[in-house]
Nanobody
Framework: QVQLVESGGGLVQPGGSLRLSCAAS????????LEWYSQVPGKQRELVAA?????????GDSVKGPGRFTISRDNAKNTGFLQMNGLEPEDTAVYYC?????????WGQGTQVTVSS
């Protein structure tokens, strides 16, 4: 049984940081591309960041500037990460991790990130 469990979300003040984690089980994690998405009510999920099994990265337009968000993975621990710095109220969303291998995609349950003073 495949499971993706996100953690690390919460309430943070503008300018703060959070590190989201995505713990995978039931798959050979190192073979899968890792992706993070954000979703706000009434809108489609948007790609925030992607990290392929080969180590290539791609960031969505919402990241707004180099270094603000960083995607990474620890294949030995079957865990993916999204480091988010300089958070803004506009980053408030549910964040989902996903793993993708060819046409197969698995999703986590999501973790809420709220940026507010």
């Amino acid at each position: 049984q495949v499971q993706l469990v996100e953690s690390g979300g919460g309430l943070v003040q503008p300018g703060g940081s959070l590190r989201l984690s995505c713990a995978a089980s039931g798959i050979r994690f190192n073979l899968y591309d890792l992706e993070w998405y954000s979703q706000v009510p009434g809108k489609q999920r948007e790609l925030v960041a992607a990290l392929t099994s080969l180590g290539e990265t791609n960031y969505g337009d919402s990241v707004k500037g180099p270094g603000r968000f960083t995607i990474s993975r620890d294949n030995a621990k079957n865990t993916g990460f999204l480091q988010m710095n300089g958070l803004e109220p506009e980053d408030t969303a549910v964040y989902y991790c996903a793993v993708r291998f060819l046409s197969v995609v698995y999703w986590g349950q999501g973790t809420q990130v709220t940026v507010s003073s």
